[in-house]
């Protein structure tokens, strides 16, 4: 559960990275942690790539057709973007 609150977060903050250059780092903070990552955009997915902290663990997400798959700390994931909706309601609708 805790990987899935940790990939959950990650994702709720892409309506966020909709104007941002591929290049720059992202960070926010949420529940002790903070989350520093890089968004780009290919063959119609996101691909969210970074580290949270404290611990520098990493996590490699990818969003493609309402879907959220990939890694947290070496854990695979994989999700429906409609289950992330605690407190990230409007937000996620332009990551879809």
Known sequence: MKIFAL???TV???AS???VAKSEQLRFQKD?????YTVSE???AKHIRGQYYPGGR???LDVRNSRVAGTVDRSRV???LASVTSGTGGE???AR
């Open 7 to 9: 990939a959950a977060a």
């Open 12 to 14: 709720a903050v892409l």
């Open 17 to 19: 990275t909709a104007a």
């Open 32 to 36: 002790g942690y903070t989350y520093v």
């Open 42 to 44: 290919k063959d119609g």
């Open 58 to 60: 990493s996590f490699a």
């Open 78 to 80: 994989a999700f429906p």
């Open 92 to 94: 996620l609708a332009s």
